[in-house]
């Protein structure tokens, strides 16, 4: 192999490339490795930890081809010390191959790669649609926190993705909070559902470009395909909860003020917030104030009131203040609306303007 890349292109496909890499793998080495593949025609760069895998192609000049897997940290380490000018050479000759750059060379011991797993593809092409990048960034990164962090119940773990009638419909929920985020999409004869894991989705989503993706599924990978390569995550295998049940049909009080004046509240009341994170909100359609207290025996307590369109009746629910905050980072607008159904049941928090969200979040014991 000899190959000649520019220095800016080279680090920026190894930073994007190697976070899919196994950091250290006992049973099969070659999952901590980049797989260089250069021909005639292109080069590209490969990795996968079995749960996630990446396909990249390259710009460079190739003068001779050839198959190579070195570890992902160590090409990440270089790439970071390298200037971003000019080209770099890497050369495999034996078990070595050396990068050269300047007037630095680099000589590294390469990884066998006979046992490098091959990156599966969906079967069904007629399973795609296209979306934006940045769109599909920001979906993923948003909603994931929402899913559970424990593998018990991998359905929990999991982002659902709903597909029909033009929208894509993506859910996470860790049984405490649930965030569901709707966009339209092109390919309105296109329909499907799937799982993909979250940890998987958010490591496709911070690599993806902000260009036109095609995101193809099947039964058991989904890839996202981009002019420069594709990205592909193993699917979960389980049925995920009919979520719908759980959203109230109907409400008793909705309250809608500005989302600055409700995060500066909520933050000063955290403060206060027992071992349980507890805060108490107040619906007074009365006097249109919305209220915050928390109470903790070791510190004090703490009331804020807010002026708020409130319409409905009275009401007392208790939560935790992170499942709250965390609705904030769902929408951009500018006013929120907060609407309950009763005493025990969810509070739906949405964006006022903002369609695509509704956020859930269940109530404590008062």
Known sequence: MNISIEKKEFSDVVYRVARFAQRKSSTLPVLSSILIVAGNDCIKMRATNLETGVDL??????SNEGVVAISAVV?????????QEGNITI?????????????GKS???????????SIPFPEN?????????NILKNIFTSIASCASSSTVRPELSSIYISIEGGVMTAV???????AEKKIPIENKGTQGKFLIPAKNAVDIAQALPDEDIIMSFDDNQCAFIATQGMFVSRLTNAVYPDYNQIIPKESIVEAVMLRKDFETALKRTMIFSDSFQKIRVSFDPKRNNFSFFAKNIDIGESSENLHAKISGNALDLSFNHR?????????PAESI??????????????????????????PMNQ
């Open 57 to 62: 192609k390259l710009n460079g000049k190739c």
């Open 75 to 83: 090409l990440q380490q270089i790439a970071s010390s390298l200037t």
């Open 91 to 103: 050369e495999h000759t034996g078990d070595i191959i050396s990068i050269i750059s300047g007037t």
């Open 107 to 117: 000589l590294i011991k390469t990884i066998s790669y006979d046992d490098f797993p």
């Open 125 to 133: 092409p007629k399973n795609r649609i296209v979306i934006n990048g």
């Open 172 to 178: 996470a929920t860790d049984s405490f909070r649930l």
């Open 323 to 331: 499942y709250l905050s965390a609705a904030l980072a769902l929408t």
């Open 337 to 362: 609306s907060l609407t309950a159904a009763g005493i025990g049941r969810p509070l739906i928090i949405k964006g006022v303007g903002d369609t695509s969200l509704l956020y859930l979040v269940s």
